[in-house]
């Protein structure tokens, strides 16, 4: 499965698992390439954005494009909160855990761009760092 699909199905795991972390009603997905976020609330102002990992809990995940999140930042925006989706197997079974990480310092954010010899040549992109740092919940647990 590529990385597109991966999110995809990790997008809609999360609406399906955990309800909105401010009101406890449930998740929507926003529009495919909606920018920034990818779920909102379907009754309150809440919106984040969803990573999904194929791997135990880590510090350092997979942003996205960083032309969009540096406008953001430089227009003087909060970078929106973040659900990650991890996931793996331990001894034959399943685990899954999803994290919550209502705020991510701009100093969380690492931009960087891609080779010359990438499929998306030097496209700028970042990643999340030092995640675990951060004050997070957990919202699901497998």
């Known amino acids: 499965m590529n990385n597109k699909k991966i999110g995809d199905h990790g997008e809609k795991e999360v609406i399906k698992l955990v309800k909105c972390p401010n009101c406890g009603k449930e998740l929507m997905l926003l529009p495919t390439n909606y920018p920034l976020y ?19 809990p880590k510090s350092e995940v997979q942003g996205a494009g960083w032309e969009i999140m540096n406008k953001v930042l430089k227009a003087g925006i909060l970078p929106p909160p973040l659900i990650v989706n991890f996931k793996w197997k331990e001894n034959n079974k399943d685990k899954q855990m999803i994290y919550f990480f209502p705020f991510v310092p701009k100093n969380h954010l690492v931009n960087y761009q891609l080779s010359t010899t990438a499929r998306r040549a030097n496209y700028k992109m970042f990643r999340y760092s030092k995640l675990l740092d951060l004050p997070h919940e957990i919202l699901y647990k497998k």
């Not at 990818?38 to 135990?56: G, H, L, P």
């Open 38 to 56: 990818d779920v909102q609330c379907t009754a309150c102002q809440f919106r984040a954005q969803i990573k999904t990992n194929n791997s135990k």
